[in-house]
């Protein structure tokens, strides 16, 4: 079975610092990952897919099959960033599979 | 994207009684799924739901407690039977269409007395 594992709970940054998101995965197939994020009183959204190879709002994933990762990164925190994030793999099933999830915290 | 509309946005519900939670698309979508989110806790899948038949059911959750509809390709509705604190949770919708990636409901946030 596939699992997500988002090892922090809480992340605080400085504004401006740069911002990693960890999420590992197990799974036997080839994964498909996505990053989702919730802002405060806002519906879970996507931010980014690894297919896409994009970055949304400064923010890039890439998938490490031999580390089985998909960290979240952004050169510099803005204080609009904090939010709950929420890394999910898509197994062949089409289910997903989220994670624990991360509140990051931006500092001004 | 599909637009979601997901009602009511929150409840407080007696032990015992039931509730039902409508998810409207506007738009014909080819999976719809309902999951739950407890207090601090990630998203679970409860079910798929399946355009006139059955919906297929994850591991530990059950057609007699968790009811679900699909009419058509467009709504889902998601009872939850003979509540009990445990239930409180917020319940999503979220639907796919092809390969596109799943978007979610705003969430009915559901308190139990």
């Known amino acids: 079975a596939q699992r997500v594992t988002q090892p922090e709970k809480l992340l605080s940054v400085f504004k401006g610092a740069p911002v990693e998101l960890k999420c590992n995965y197990s799974?036997?197939?080839?994964?498909?990952l996505f990053w989702y994020v919730q802002y405060s009183r806002q519906r879970l959204q996507l931010l980014l897919r690894?297919?896409s190879r994009e970055s949304i709002k400064g923010f890039t994933a890439d998938l490490n099959k031999g580390e089985t990762s998909f960290h979240l990164k952004k050169p510099f925190a803005q204080e609009e960033d904090s939010a709950m994030y929420y890394c999910?793999?898509?197994?062949?099933?089409?289910?997903?599979?989220f994670g624990t999830g991360t509140r990051l915290t931006i500092i001004p | 994207s599909a637009v979601i509309s997901q009602k009511p946005s929150r409840d407080i519900c007696q032990r015992g009684t039931s509730l039902t939670i409508q998810c409207q698309v506007d738009?014909?979508?080819?999976?719809m799924f309902w999951y739950r989110q407890q207090p601090g806790q990630s998203l679970t899948l409860i079910a798929t739901?399946?355009?006139?038949?059955?919906?297929?059911?994850e591991s530990g959750f059950v057609i007699d407690k968790f009811p679900i509809s699909r009419p058509n390709l467009t709504f889902s509705t998601l009872t939850v039977s003979n509540m009990s604190p445990e239930d409180s949770s917020i319940y999503l919708c979220?639907?796919?269409?092809?390969?596109?990636?799943?978007?979610f409901g705003d969430g009915t946030r559901l308190s139990i007395l």
């Open positions: 979220s639907v796919q269409q092809g390969n596109q990636p799943q978007h």
């Open positions: 799974y036997s197939g080839s994964p498909e």
């Open positions: 690894h297919i």
């Open positions: 999910a793999l898509l197994a062949g099933n089409e289910k997903l599979t």
């Open positions: 738009s014909q979508v080819t999976m």
């Open positions: 739901a399946n355009q006139g038949s059955e919906a297929t059911y």
